[in-house]
């Protein structure tokens, strides 16, 4: 899991949204609202909207980018867990709580590095092996 969570208010313009996934180098932001986690927009999400569509980023908020409900799983969660929730909502990308608090999130590419047993498992689900 990561502790740094980059995020942005659902209002934040879909160029800033781009513009935070490059300069971290990172491939989602959670959306929040009153510090509570909306949304969650990633790479894939910036890629079909604005390129795909041929949307201009400064008219997209990331509240029209987002996926939501968001998916989230609990801090006391295994990897395990993670994974097979990733597979089951086809997801790369696990918001974390603890207590209703966002605490971190745990994406595909944690668990490939960290637990490659695992890597078939979320292969199948994520379509990564095309």
Do not use: W
């Not at 894939?44 to 996926?67: F, G, I, K, Q």
């Not at 990897?79 to 974390?96: E, G, I």
């Not at 637990?115 to 078939?120: A, F, H, I, K, R």
Request: aromatic letters at 4%.
């Amino acid at each position: 899991m990561s502790n740094d969570v980059k995020m942005v208010r659902p209002d934040t313009t879909a160029q800033e949204v781009a513009a935070t996934l490059n300069k971290f180098r990172i491939d989602s932001v959670v959306v929040v609202q009153k510090d509570k986690p909306v949304g969650i927009v990633t790479v894939r999400d910036v890629m079909n909207r604005l390129v795909e569509e041929y949307v201009a980023p400064r008219v997209l908020t990331a509240r029209e980018l987002m996926s939501s409900p968001l998916n989230t799983i609990g801090l006391e969660a295994t990897v395990q867990d993670a994974a097979k929730l990733m597979s089951q909502k086809d997801v790369r990308t696990l918001p974390v709580m603890d207590k209703g608090r966002l605490v971190g999130v745990v994406s595909f590419m944690d668990i490939a590095f960290k637990v490659p047993t695992m890597l078939s498992m979320l292969e199948e689900s994520c379509h990564v092996s095309q």
